[in-house]
C-alpha cells in the first residue's frame, strides 16, 4: 500500500473513533525509520489502546501488518508502528509534557481538522 493511502486510512479511522486534535508531522527529510508521524490524543487508557486496535485492524484488512504496538491498559501513550506511518495515542497529559509535535516539527505539521458527521 502506498504511504499516503495508508495515512488518509489511518487518519480517518482516528476520526471515526473520536481522537482528538490529530496531527500529522511528516518526517520523511528528518529520519529514515519512517515517513509520518501521527500524533492522537485519547480520553482514557482504554480509548488510547482502542484507537490504535481499530487502526491495526483496518491495516490488516487492507493488507498491512502492522510492525508493533507498545502500551495498553494503564498506559498514557500507545505506539502503533506501520512501517511509513507510526500513531502515537497519547493522553492530554502525556502529550503535553512530551511535545513531540514541538521535538520533530521543525518544519511541517499538518492540523487536520475534525470533520463533523
Known amino acids: 500500500m502506498q504511504t499516503e493511502v495508508l495515512l488518509k486510512m489511518v487518519q ?7 481522537g482528538q486534535n490529530v496531527t ?3 518526517v520523511s527529510k528528518k529520519t529514515s525509520f519512517t515517513d509520518y508521524m501521527v500524533v492522537v490524543t485519547g480520553t482514557s487508557d482504554r ?6 486496535d481499530y487502526v491495526a485492524e483496518k491495516c490488516k484488512e487492507n493488507g498491512v501488518i502492522p510492525l508493533g504496538i507498545e502500551g495498553g491498559i494503564g498506559a498514557d501513550w ?3 508502528d506501520l512501517g511509513d506511518v507510526i500513531v502515537h ?9 512530551y511535545q513531540l509535535e514541538k521535538l520533530w516539527s521543525v518544519g511541517d505539521v499538518k492540523e487536520i481538522q475534525q470533520q463533523a458527521g
Request: charged content about 30%; overall charge positive; proline content about 0%.
Open 12 to 18: 480517518k479511522v482516528l476520526d471515526e473513533r473520536k
Open 78 to 80: 500507545v505506539l502503533l
Open 24 to 26: 500529522t508531522i511528516d
Open 89 to 97: 495515542a497519547m493522553t492530554a497529559q502525556a502529550r503535553d509534557f
Open 47 to 52: 480509548h488510547l489502546r482502542a484507537l490504535c
